[in-house]
């Protein structure tokens, strides 16, 4: 097993993996001037990882997390853990108002499907 932190979370990340006993290591960012980010994950991963990522302003976190994921699961890791202190879009459990997106759902779905 092996934790991987994003560099906002490194100091969170690197108790969890001293905890645990287990090798820590930082996903690389690079933001583009667009916004857009570049990531790089360390290589010689695991084949059970665990990300560390609060999800507090979460919308390029998200994109950030799913670059990982599926660039995880192309190298070959198998078995993927989501620690999240934080999880966005949580709070809309209904829809209120007509047209109103249920993003509990959504999101939950969307995380579930990346995470085992």
Same mark, same amino acid.
């Given at each position: 097993?092996?934790?991987l932190?994003?560099?906002?979370?490194?100091?969170?990340?690197?108790a969890l993996?001293?905890? +645990? &006993?287990?090798?820590?290591?930082?996903?690389?960012?690079?933001r583009?001037?667009?916004?857009?980010? *570049?990531? *790089?994950?360390?290589?010689?991963?695991?084949? *059970?990882?665990?990300?560390?990522?609060? +999800?507090?302003?979460?919308?390029?976190?998200?994109i950030? +997390?799913?670059?990982?994921?599926?660039?995880? *699961?192309?190298q070959?890791?198998?078995?993927?853990?989501?620690?999240?202190?934080?999880?966005?879009?949580? &709070?809309?459990?209904?829809?209120f108002?007509?047209?109103?997106?249920?993003?509990? &759902?959504?999101?939950?779905?969307?995380?579930a499907?990346?995470?085992?």
């Open positions: 097993m092996q934790i932190g994003f560099p906002e979370s490194e100091l969170q990340a690197k993996a001293e905890a +645990l &006993r287990k090798p820590f290591d930082l996903i690389d960012l690079h583009f001037p667009d916004g857009e980010t *570049r990531l *790089r994950l360390p290589g010689g991963l695991s084949d *059970r990882l665990v990300f560390y990522r609060s +999800l507090d302003r979460p919308n390029d976190k998200l950030e +997390l799913l670059l990982a994921v599926k660039s995880a *699961r192309e070959g890791s198998k078995h993927l853990t989501l620690v999240a202190p934080y999880l966005c879009y949580m &709070r809309q459990d209904s829809a108002q007509p047209g109103e997106a249920v993003s509990q &759902r959504i999101i939950g779905d969307f995380l499907s990346m995470f085992d």
